[in-house]
């Protein structure tokens, strides 16, 4: 099973994640902000999650670590 | 078992970068081929100055700050200096195609053994959206409010097209960076920048065509859509020189 680390704090919200995931599994959070008032990304279904790290390439902040 | 981390040859210093800036995965990807190399040691990098003028602080290898277009300079000292040291640039439009020409074109003239690499967004970043010599016609710059008109502001260089004219460079190539399989083929030939360079065999460019959402003034994604729509018919990618293919 794939799991995704975010360092949440690094995260600037600009999405790129969200489009490069091929099954739609991420999303910026709603109605939450980190420190440095960016809406963060968030995994919607992890289970469904198989890390291909199509999000992580995509990221220019490397927030995202991807075990499988 | 981790698949994707950080690379190690970035340093923890969090990217002053806006939101959807490419430089971010350009930078990733020249750190994750210093780590697959094995070279972070004995690699010197030399910043720019623009938008990635700050690029000493995040390599973890050693850093020079150029003064504006001349890190080509600066290279082709530290290297005839210290021939064992892995030499890079990391520079911007314009920096590279604007004040650094001279030093580019004279540089990849003499075939220095140094490895380029060149971030085109189209754009001046830093300095808050001017025109760079590689505007597009028609782009709405700071300093072409109506777009750029090639009758009195000329038309865009294409840089790898214009080296490639030059006997000496070894390896010229243009990628981008805007979906994953993209990125994927930017570090290929990022690796074989350095590469060439590890084996002696001259002067290597890659041009990464870059999105700048904020001074394009759009949205991070609708930024990236626009470089296949916009920046990739004036700036074609594809291999403009590699003398290994050569017979």
């Known amino acids: 099973m794939a799991k995704l680390t975010f360092k949440e704090e690094l995260c600037k919200g600009c999405g790129l994640c969200v489009n490069a995931c091929p099954k739609g599994l991420l999303a910026l959070a709603q109605g939450r902000l980190n420190q440095k008032g960016h809406t963060p990304v968030e995994l919607t279904r992890p289970e469904e999650c198989v890390g291909c790290a199509s999000c992580a390439i995509m990221c220019p902040d490397c927030v995202i670590t991807v075990e499988r | ?247």
């Open chain 2, 1 to 247: 078992m981790v698949v994707f981390e950080k690379p190690k040859a970035l340093t923890d210093k969090v990217f002053h970068y806006c939101p959807g800036c490419t430089h971010g995965i350009i930078h990733r990807l020249v750190a994750e081929v210093i780590d697959e190399l094995g070279i972070e040691g004995q690699t010197i990098g030399v910043a720019p100055v623009g938008c990635a003028v700050l690029a000493y602080d995040y390599f973890a290898c050693d850093m020079i700050e150029a003064a504006h277009g001349r890190a080509p300079a600066i290279a082709t000292g530290v290297k005839r200096s210290m021939p064992d040291k892995v030499v890079f640039t990391y520079q911007g439009d314009g920096d590279l195609a604007s004040i650094g020409m001279c030093e580019t074109v004279s540089t990849a003239a003499r075939g220095e053994n140094v490895t380029i690499i060149f971030v085109n967004n189209a754009i001046y970043g830093m300095t808050g959206g001017q025109m760079a010599p590689t505007s597009l016609i028609g782009q709405v710059t700071q300093t072409s409010p109506y777009g750029r008109d090639p009758k009195t502001q000329g038309y865009p260089i294409r840089v790898c097209e214009l080296l490639a004219t030059l006997d000496a460079p070894q390896y010229l190539e243009r990628v981008t960076v805007n979906n994953v399989k993209n990125v994927r083929n930017a570090k290929k030939a990022i690796k074989k920048a350095f590469q060439n360079q590890i084996e002696g065999k001259g002067f290597s460019l890659v041009e990464v065509v870059s999105a700048c959402p904020t001074n394009w003034g759009m949205t991070p994604q609708k930024a990236l859509e626009w470089i296949d729509e916009k920046m990739l018919p004036q700036y074609p990618l594809g291999c403009y020189r590699d003398k290994d293919q050569e017979v």
